[in-house]
């Protein structure tokens, strides 16, 4: 997410934080068998995705990022009998029209078998098999290091970026999976050329050791992300976690065409769309739904993911790509975005043994800060994202929760009658604010402004404008870096969601019974 005014409040050193990174060509910390630099040579990072069961037959597909120009590796499989394979890997490129932007790196990919118990890419270990029971589901999102027109995050200072001690953090808990709720790549401005807003620089000049050698983006692209930007902000400090649990990643706003998406389609989508899928049509050309451009911007289909917990007892996660649309207001995109929750509804329908938890970024009832207030909107409304709360009205009922991010907080937001909604938005992007008192309570639904009319945009004719949801009987924020461990109960429909730190110590413990949330 993206804001504005709510950054002047925010105070240095108030929230700890490091980078801990491993370089190229190093193993990753905490890989059980340490590997010499040469026998990683050539690939910079290696990790496991949980893609659908359309890519993948056992829904894992192992990635590699390596310069161009080097061959793809293979991936050694140690098979249940014991026999080791040697897996090719296809090799993923970008657009040729991102030019040098991602002309240094590429991708390669290969599925896992079904019968694997344990893998490696040039000793690198990559985690090659799905539990047969999921005890522990890590969860985090909005992680990239800010550095845009309005603030510079410091990214090399060990107190102002937390993501590596997170991933560290998350990978001593050994999940059985890694949900990532998108917004990954955040570097979107040329180094010195910002302005930071933090009182750690009282003249308000730029800082130019605050980039922590951030790569430019190219200036007459379209897009603002690179291939040495994804290094910086993704793969060094994740390098951790990428040997311990796969990863279930959705996309966020900040992986749109027009900012990071490129970056997006190379290393992280695994659905039918091309590596290519947001390569502007010409060199330096608009890109998909970016301004300018005749086409659309590329939605990913919605997927289910299974994971079984117990006898009889099942959690489906569905997938939704809400990168698109808008924050405060509802717009004509929410009669486009409908389509997507509708086919998420019918993946959704209720099932014995089966409960539901919905996974995208922007949530149904995120709580805004008030000082993001847009003056151009008459009736703005401190919900966020209700482009996406409009689209989904009416198709929500399945969902024991709701989990997103998009808000750079801890929240847990209920709605009478509706899901519980997750907010798991501290995962290493500046907070929007350090001040509680900027998140109140709101005192309305979250359809409507605060004037209490529908919000602006809502169609007389709409599904949603003649009804909205009531305001929270629950509401929960935590200013707080951080991750979730979720874990389940001993009956079906609960959970334990313990909030913490990123030096893994717990802050707050949340519950989950029968889609009714709280925490202490």
Known sequence: MRTRSALTVLAAGTITAGLVGAPAGAAEPGATDPVSASTV???????????????????????????????????DVTKKSGTVVHLAMTKRVPGATTASAFASLR??????????????????????????????????????????DDLHQDCASPTQWPLAKNAKAIATEKPDVVIYTGDFYYREAICGKTKTTLPTDPANQPILDQCGGTPEPV????????????????????????????????????????????GWFLFFDASALPSSACAPATKYGPVPGGRGSTVAEPVIPTWKFDMPIGANRTLRTIMVDSSGGRNAEVTTYAGTQRKVYEGANTK????????????????????????ES????????????????????????????MIAS???????????????????????????????????????????????????????????????????????????????IAQPGAHAHEWTMTQKKFDGTAFATCTLAKKVASCK
């Not at 897009?223 to 996309?251: C, N, Q, T």
């Open 219 to 262: 200036p007459q692209a379209q897009f603002l992300d690179s291939d040495y930007g994804w290094m910086a902000d993704v793969f060094i400090p994740l390098s951790p976690l990428f040997s311990k649990a796969p990863i279930l990643p959705v996309r966020g706003n900040h992986e749109l065409c027009s900012r990071g998406g490129n």
């Open 374 to 401: 847009v003056p151009a909107i008459p009736t703005w409304t401190q919900w966020t994202a209700i482009d996406q709360t409009a689209a989904a009205y009416g198709l929500i009922s399945h969902y024991d929760a």
């Open 348 to 371: 959704s329908a209720p099932t014995a043994g089966v409960e539901s938890w919905l996974v995208t970024h922007r949530p149904m009832f995120g709580v805004d800060t008030t000082t």
């Open 107 to 148: 991708a390669c990919e290969a599925n896992m078998p079904v019968n694997a118990t344990s893998a490696k890419v040039r000793g690198r270990i990559v985690p090659a098999v799905l539990p047969a029971k999921f005890n522990k589901i890590a969860m985090f999102g909005d992680t990239g290091c800010r550095v845009d």
């Open 41 to 75: 040579t050539g690939v910079l990072a290696a990790y496991t995705l949980v893609v659908p069961k359309s890519v993948s037959p056992s829904h894992l597909q192992t990635r590699a990022v390596i310069p161009n120009g080097v061959t793809c590796p293979k991936v």
């Open 406 to 484: 998009h808000v750079h907080t801890a929240q847990v937001v209920q709605i009478p009658g509706q899901p519980a909604q997750f907010v798991v938005g501290n995962g290493g992007s500046i907070p929007d604010s350090l001040d509680p008192a900027t998140f109140p309570k709101p005192t309305v639904g979250p359809l409507f402004g605060s004037d209490g009319q529908p919000a602006a945009g809502v169609a007389a004719n709409a599904p949603w404008a003649t009804a909205g949801y009531q305001p929270p009987s629950y509401y929960w924020n935590a200013i707080q870096y951080g991750y979730v």
